[in-house]
């Protein structure tokens, strides 16, 4: 099952960004379909956070499962400090974003909408642990 949510994991990924690109778009024309488009990034947004907080507690590399080297913490450790606070930390503020962002598709708040949106996005591209990344870098799709 492990393994499954961590390639689900990845995958969606895809998903958020196709869909938060989508939702930019069609706020940029001034659709009203962001009130629909909205809920499914945010839908998607939301499970990424429940898969993304059973591999922080209870995953192979989780807080419950810490294989630290002798002497060092979770923020002296590069490996650990990524994954179990720096990711989280910027892709929970993301989820928090898209949340915001959805209250604002439903007033046709193009602008704020927008905006809320843009800041998501900076975050979700500064947190994924990209392939090239020196010590945490992962693979672009699922078992890659
Ligand atoms: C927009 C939301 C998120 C995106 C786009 C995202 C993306 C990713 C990607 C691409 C990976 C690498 C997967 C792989 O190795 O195949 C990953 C791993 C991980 N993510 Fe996320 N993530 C998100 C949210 C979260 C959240 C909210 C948490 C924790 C609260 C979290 C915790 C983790 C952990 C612990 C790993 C490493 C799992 C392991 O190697 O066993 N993620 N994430």
Request: charged content about 10%; aromatic content about 12%; proline content about 4%.
């Amino acid at each position: 099952m492990e393994t499954g949510l961590l390639h689900l994991h990845n995958a969606l990924r895809w998903v958020i960004l196709v869909l938060l690109i989508w939702n930019l778009i069609q706020a940029l024309a001034k659709k009203e379909s962001i009130r629909s488009s909205s809920l499914w990034l945010m839908i998607t947004a939301h499970t990424m956070l429940l898969i993304g907080i059973y591999q922080a507690v209870a995953g192979r590399y989780g807080w419950t499962s810490l294989n630290l080297p002798t002497g060092s913490t979770v923020m002296s450790d590069s490996f650990y400090r990524f994954f179990l606070v720096e990711h989280p930390v910027l892709m929970v503020s993301s989820i928090v974003f898209i949340t915001m962002a959805r209250a604002k598709a439903k007033e046709l708040n193009f602008r704020s909408f927008t905006w809320l949106l843009v800041i998501a996005l900076v975050l979700i591209l500064a947190g994924i642990p990209w392939p090239g990344r020196e010590l945490v870098g992962r693979p672009l799709f699922p078992g890659a």
